[in-house]
């Protein structure tokens, strides 16, 4: 085969129709089944997915089927690769190895965790330094090839690419100061070259290497360095003697900057994806010896794609003159849900619109078939379905719902009046009056473990199988335990576990206008942790309050203060399907609002701390240094929208966590929260520092108990990460909480973790 496959996709969601990848994981590491059966099943999967693909439209033996499967994250699989192991995981082989990696066990902790660029995916920060021992450790992508050719498919197996994979890297324990983990590239290229031999021997003719960090600004190094690093690694794997042809794909973002290098390096494919920047201008690169893979489906949305305006984009892409003009997915389609086949929604006309504006990773397979063919045969070829393209998005631009005046003009009427509270020294004066807590005040970040039996009620009530009174009365009784609890660890300020909450976004999804949840749309988050992202298609109002009710019922069984809780409007967005007809800084606003009316309800109710959680506000920002201004205003200006409606003497917390804040300090301030909590274990308060270097002088709660983990941290792990915390915060401002909520631990590792933070905290106040 001399030119890439016409039509392709970058990558399918692995997790499984039914999530079976899920399931099959989490009775492993219940113990219920042994390593050969996990196996097993996720070789089942992959073959059922393969399967699939072909039954969509992609060729079963010219390498347009990837292979992206992972047993928990593709970044952790390169670490397998290379054999870098921490020295700390010592003596621990195969798939025990591989979890204790991703999880941790109770002798280690495991790699630090944080966002795969601007997803809501994360990743396995791998740890490099100048010992980090890198050599050819695991033959899994090749296995996996031999695999599916005995099943009848040609597969592409896709890989993260080496520049991407150091770029993320982080210097481990033992690394001089100043050490850049891309000085071992020469190291891991050599692997690489040795996989590209083993694959070629294995009868692989082409391999993916995925780089979206030459698309990035929020790296340490620019993109032009990045570049210089990807044009001589890859002349170096060209260059490899009996290998795959290389495809290197630029996902998530504009790799127009990237593509000079990697057209002179010698591999025979490019991907650049259409529609997330600029096209070159014809005859400023040659091209002509390479083939050009066109990102032209946007695999992070889940909207169908404007067929008419895609094909003039792939027009003006013939005239690049490259080799060949392949079409495929911006990005891999693991962002995105399986099918819109497996969704019905309860409201006849919202079921028929929606089904019609969707396009799911299924969906979109079709869609890039579809356009390969009209690059191969003339768009003429497609006129039909471009036509019904058309249709769909006019009818949608007018259907109920999408526009509401009354709101546009609410959002249009804001001022800055709206978006400033009392200067902080005032406000904390006040609430420290009206709250009176100890130094080192301890809570959590709000939710606690979701049982079995709360679940089943929850699925019952959604069911009418249960009725509302009966429902009520059992997550009453759940809230009262939970509240019980709390006070009889000694926690300062209690929550009530938001048993209630089937999803901090898709709960509030449900009961705003404009919001529609899927049943069975999930996405893989990280592991076997998946979420339901709600589907954002209107315009946004609150009908009627959401949470009052539910935080007043614990307030009145307690005198300790019961924090209000809610999800703020950039969390809201990034974790739900955007509509894409809108502004994301009118939406935010909108939901903005929506939320402030809820604030005030909570502090009508007598709730003196009301915490608005914003996880995702450095996953949003923009990988485009240039829309960075632009972003974090608007992401501040929705939070204050939401906030400063109330009192000097309500106390207003946010929660971040999983990502890299540095760039995002300033912005953190300009939230103006009375409380920030964010996670800082597992970085064992690396962003410390920055907080105390930017002058960050507002209440700040850095996490002391990693709960993406299942071990138990010890008191002492904990006061050390608090005698940490009190060496760059003043006690006066300092809180003591998890990195975040409790929702997917077990009872039993929460009550001997929070025991002991509860302890570490006593030995803390005792020394200040």
């Known amino acids: 085969m001399t030119t890439f496959p016409a039509a392709t996709i970058l990558g399918y969601p692995r997790i499984g129709r039914n999530r079976e990848l899920k399931k099959a994981l989490e009775a492993h590491w219940a113990g219920r089944t042994s390593a050969e059966e996990l196996l097993k099943a996720e070789a089942e999967l992959r073959q059922a997915n393969l399967a699939r693909l072909v039954e969509l439209g992609l060729r079963a033996q010219d390498a347009s ?141 082409w391999v993916q290497f995925d780089e979206p960090a030459l698309v990035s600004d929020n790296l340490s190094r620019t993109r032009l360095e990045l570049a210089e690093f990807a044009k001589s690694a890859y002349t170096e794997l060209a260059g490899t003697s009996n290998r795959p042809r290389i495809l290197v794909t630029t996902p998530y973002g504009n790799g127009l900057s ?24 014809p005859g400023t690169l040659d091209l002509g010896g390479v083939d050009l893979v066109v990102g032209a489906i946007d695999a992070r949305s889940i909207w169908r794609a404007d067929l008419a305006q895609t094909a003039a984009l792939l027009e003006k892409a013939k005239l690049l003159g490259a080799r060949s003009l392949c079409v495929a997915t911006t990005n891999s389609l693991q962002h995105v849900p399986h099918d819109t086949a497996l969704e019905t929604w309860d409201d006849p006309e919202l079921d028929a619109n929606l089904h019609a504006w969707l396009a799911f990773a299924d969906q979109k397979v079709g869609e890039v078939v579809t356009l390969a063919k009209g690059i191969n045969e003339g768009f003429d070829a497609i006129a039909p379905q471009i036509e019904e393209s058309t249709r769909i998005l006019r009818e949608r631009a007018t259907a109920p719902g999408v526009v509401r005046p009354e709101i546009r003009e609410r959002v249009g009427a804001l001022g800055e009046s709206e978006r400033a509270r009392a200067p902080y020294g005032e406000r904390a004066a006040a609430q420290d009056a009206r709250l009176a807590l100890p130094a080192l005040p301890t809570t959590t970040i709000g939710s606690f473990p979701q049982t079995t039996d709360i679940r089943k009620a929850r699925a019952a009530h959604a069911k009418g199988t249960l009725s509302d009174a009966d429902y009520r009365a059992r997550i009453e009784r759940e809230i009262a335990e939970v509240v019980a609890l709390q006070e009889k660890l000694g926690l300062d300020v209690l929550v009530h576990g938001e048993a209630e909450r089937n999803d901090m976004v898709q709960y509030f999804a449900e009961l705003l206008d404009g919001f529609a949840a899927t049943r069975n749309g999930w996405v893989q988050s990280y592991g076997s942790r998946c979420t339901r992202p709600s589907i954002l298609w209107g315009d946004v109002a609150r009908p009627k309050a959401m949470t009052v009710d539910w935080a ?58 009301i915490q608005v959680d914003e996880p995702a506000l450095r996953e949003l920002l923009p990988l485009d240094a240039e829309d960075h201004a632009d972003y974090l205003r608007w992401s501040v200006d929705s939070f204050r929208v939401a906030t400063a409606g109330v009192r000097p003497n309500t106390q207003i917390h946010t929660h971040l966590c999983y990502s890299e804040f540095g760039q995002i300090i300033d912005a953190i301030a300009a939230l103006d929260a009375d409380v920030t909590s964010i996670e800082a274990a597992r970085s064992r308060m690396e962003v410390l520092p920055e907080l105390a270097e930017a002058g960050f002088d507002h209440g700040i709660g850095p996490g002391v108990w990693d709960i993406h983990s299942p071990r138990i941290p010890s008191v002492e792990e904990i006061r050390s990460l608090i005698d940490a915390a009190l060496g760059a915060i003043p006690a006066k401002r300092l809180w003591i909480n998890p990195d975040c909520g409790l929702k997917t631990r077990g009872y039993e590792e929460t009550l001997a973790s929070l025991s002991h933070l509860v302890e570490a905290t006593k030995e803390a106040r005792e020394a200040l």
């Not at 000079?260 to 991907?271: Q, Y």
């Open 65 to 205: 089927l990837p292979e992206n499967s992972s047993l928990y994250d593709q970044v952790l699989d390169v670490t397998s690769l290379l054999g870098a192991v921490p020295a700390r995981f010592e003596g621990r082989r195969g798939l025990e190895l591989h979890f204790a990696l991703a999880r941790g066990d109770q002798g280690s902790a495991p790699e630090e965790m944080t966002k795969w660029f601007d997803t809501n995916y994360h990743y396995l920060v791998p740890e490099i330094g100048p010992n980090t021992p890198i050599s050819y450790a695991d033959d899994r992508y090749v296995e996996r090839f031999l695999e599916a050719k005995n099943w009848g498919y040609l597969t592409r197996p896709v890989i993260v690419g080496p520049v991407t994979y150091l770029a993320l890297a982080k210097a481990d324990e033992q690394a001089p100061e100043g050490y850049d983990p891309l000085e071992r590239l020469p190291e891991v290229q050599a692997v690489y070259a040795t996989l590209l031999s083993r694959l070629e021997e294995a009868g692989a003719t």
């Open 258 to 281: 990237a593509l000079p290098a990697l057209a002179s390096c010698g591999v025979e494919a490019i991907h650049l994806a259409l529609g997330l920047g600029a096209l070159p201008e």
């Open 552 to 609: 007043a019922f614990a307030q009145s069984l307690t005198d300790k203060p019961v924090k209000g809780m809610l999800t703020g409007p950039v969390t809201i967005i990034a974790w739900s399907f955007p509509r894409n007809d809108l502004g994301l800084a009118e939406v935010a606003d909108q939901i903005g609002l929506a939320l402030r009316d809820e604030v005030e309800d909570l502090e009508a109710a007598g709730i003196a701390i």
